[in-house]
């Protein structure tokens, strides 16, 4: 029995899918475990930065009235009378003419209104006391770091959605979040059908093949943030297709099937959508590879249907998973970055349908590169493997030249857009 | 006690690590656990790509010879004689007129040299026997995938030191790699000192701050391959210190304190590595930020003695400690990717000093922007959590505008460089 299926235009396809998007519940890990993770709540800042009038060099806190007269013919000597390093606080309150030795970092003494640079005084002792001599004026304020005036108390410094990486931990442990929400991972069901899958430590018999897919989908779910759950690798058969969607389905929050949507006679997946009494979405796109994925939704569960050949299921996964996962974890940028770049050579193949081309992105001087990957028989395995980026290139009958500026998606970015990319697309 | 230091230039001072970087023993695990890691060995082809004559359509696999006579006006009809999906292998032999009914990806069967597509072709039923016809000529080798014809067994796919990706976990998945060795990750040791830091869990105190060096450092390790391992936050006491610093470096490949390495009072490093006998391979970095960075060698093991100032420490990181590790996980492109990028904001403040400034990086129209982030003190807080490059600005006496073009390192990419990037700086 073959399907007559009609093709439905990216943008249209994602716009579908956005429909069912859904943001997931948030969970408390420890700072240490944060990274990686997406903020579930705004990062807010539980106090002044600086949090007390400081100083930001080694040196020493002085009354700037002291330094009237001060000059290079004129130095004027300070009695030191006290020292005070990061996390010290001095018990003397200064007076005229004396100075306390201050460490970068460590609170502002009492009476103290400049801080000299070490390296602009001259240190020496008299009679057993320790001195310091200056041969210029200070101002009022020179040198300190007011309390307050980086961030005040109650700012919001990073928002809600935002990858945790290091910089962030930084900010985290600076405001005190010893626990940390983040968006808990949404969990993805995996299975691969196809009787011609082999178990990757099997030995090659003829006409199998190893189930590659499954694996790297798992892959792509961890990168993109979510948890992976194999629920294995089944045979071309409807029953057994059929109870293990069924099942999966109870314990994840989205599930992808890989293989069995091809337009051969093997593809129970429709069949399986009738049973479940799920609503497809679509089950062709117009696009190249992945032409073939289809997408049902079951009691507001999606199940992405992907090809069962690496390259359509890998781009289909990127173009239509992702974006969902990244809005469960309440990313504000959940869909690929999209820029322009500069085809770094020719891809002559015309094509009716917009395609997604692996390539390579590289730098030159500013300019941004674009370089397909796997046009080439022999390069065609490993062009999975090279992939940064996916060239989209419309549909229509002409050919692309190097140096012709094209749009690209950064697959291996962690930034995203809140621009849906496919917007500008058919 | 004043110690006065001399600055290294940035290149020495990384030249001078790379003599002691060594490469790490590798492990095996998991297919599913080797993603995010470091191949420690070459990614071989275990077997022709594809592995027997297959055909890349569903369709009908036929006898060429047999459609020489085949037009619009005179279709040529096959009887079917069986089927077979991905996976199955025909037992049949092609004859004269005969057809197989053949799935994407199954074994080209005996007899045939050509396939047709399923939409050239009619089929329909005569007799209780299924025929197709068709209306054109096919060439021997017509649509079928030849054994071998993408990659030869044997062929390097990926090289060792490779960063595992989701493609390369399909590659390794189809060469049937169910276990992988990877790059052993190097334990790297962190140690915070300092008098003024608090627990991230404690209320905040006059004079104090929160410890946020040692997490953030502890991330920094794991984005870059490593292993952390954390043995405390410490007071200023140099016993206290030098027998922490002993015990760290028994249990870990390189060790990293933060703090403690100021031209303060209070800097208890230099008295350490004394007592360790440590060879001090420099002490200072012309470099801003991040020139109070230390570090030092004991038995073949790197001691880097980091700023306790959190953007001079995160620098400090990137730039020394990152290719160490690199190196360790037999990366062969341990090194920071340099390229250049046009500024987007003026940077107008003068520096002797090569200047490392936290930026983002952006695009438009298919050129790479670099926007310093924290040139306000309200952004400077942030800073960290904004930046993905530096901007390198070396050192001299003019500041730079929007639109000069600039060099920058990329500090969130996978991807590295062969190419030492500081050889160019002074």
Redesign the interface.
């Known amino acids: 029995m073959?399907e007559k299926r009609k093709p439905l235009a990216v943008k249209e396809a994602i716009n579908q899918i956005l429909k069912f998007s859904i943001k997931g519940t948030s969970e408390y890990v420890s700072?240490?475990d944060s990274?990686?993770r997406y903020l579930a709540e705004d990062l807010i800042?539980d106090?002044h930065?600086p949090?007390?009038d400081r100083s930001p060099y080694?040196g020493f806190a002085i009354r700037s009235v002291d330094t009237t007269e001060a000059s290079s013919e004129n130095p004027v000597e300070f009695e030191v009378i006290d020292?005070?390093?990061?996390?010290?606080?001095s018990n003397f309150t200064l007076r005229k003419n004396q100075a306390i030795?201050i460490?970068?970092?460590?609170?502002i003494p009492s009476g103290c209104d400049a801080i000299v640079m070490?390296e602009l005084t001259k240190v020496y002792k008299k009679n057993e006391k320790m001195f310091m001599s200056i041969k210029r004026r200070f101002s009022s304020g020179d040198n300190i770091s007011f309390k307050g005036?980086?961030?005040k108390k109650g700012t919001i410094?990073?928002k809600k959605g935002t990858y945790i990486?290091?910089?962030?931990?930084?900010?985290?442990?600076?405001?005190?979040?010893?626990k940390v929400a983040v968006g808990k991972k949404p969990k993805i069901g995996i299975i691969a059908t196809?009787?011609?899958?082999l178990?990757?430590?099997?030995p090659?018999v003829?006409?199998?093949?190893?189930?590659?897919?499954s694996?790297?989908?798992?892959?792509?779910v961890?990168?993109c943030g979510a948890e992976p759950v194999f629920f294995g690798k089944l045979v071309?058969d409807l029953n057994t297709c059929y109870e293990a969607v069924k099942q999966a389905l109870e314990e994840v929050d989205f599930l992808i099937t890989t293989g069995g949507v091809?337009?051969?006679?093997?593809d129970y997946l429709p069949e399986i959508y009738q049973l479940l009494g799920a609503n497809v979405l679509f089950n062709k796109v117009a696009m190249r590879p992945g032409s073939v994925t289809t997408v049902a939704e079951y009691n507001g569960k999606l199940l992405f249907g992907l090809s069962?050949?690496?390259s359509a299921c890998?781009v289909g996964f990127e173009l239509f998973v992702r974006p969902i996962v990244r809005t469960f974890l309440h990313s504000n940028y959940p869909h690929l970055q999209k820029?322009?770049?500069?085809l770094g050579k020719d891809f002559l193949k015309p094509n009716p349908f917009t395609r997604f081309v692996r390539g390579r992105m590289s730098?030159?001087?500013?300019?941004?590169i674009a370089t397909p990957v796997g046009l080439d028989?022999?390069n065609?395995?490993?062009?999975?493997?090279?992939?940064?980026i996916f060239i989209v290139l419309p549909g229509g009958t002409r050919g692309y030249q190097a140096g012709d500026?094209v749009e690209i998606l950064m697959i291996?970015d962690?930034?995203g857009s809140d621009i849906p990319w496919a917007e500008s697309f058919k």
Do not use: C, W
Request: glycine residues 10%; negative net charge; hydrophobic residues 40%.
């Open positions: 073959i700072l240490q990274d990686g800042a106090h930065v949090p007390f080694d020292e005070i390093g990061a996390g010290a606080v030795r460490m970068t970092g460590a609170q070490l005036e980086d961030t410094l990073v990486t290091p910089g962030i931990i930084a900010l985290l442990a600076t405001f005190g979040y010893s196809g009787s011609e899958l178990e990757i430590d099997e090659l003829p006409g199998k093949i190893r189930n590659s897919n694996y790297m989908i798992e892959s792509q961890k990168r071309d091809s337009v051969g006679d093997y069962g050949n690496p890998y820029t322009k770049a500069v730098f030159s001087d500013g300019t941004l028989k022999s065609v395995v490993t062009s999975l493997a090279d992939a940064n500026l291996e962690q930034i």
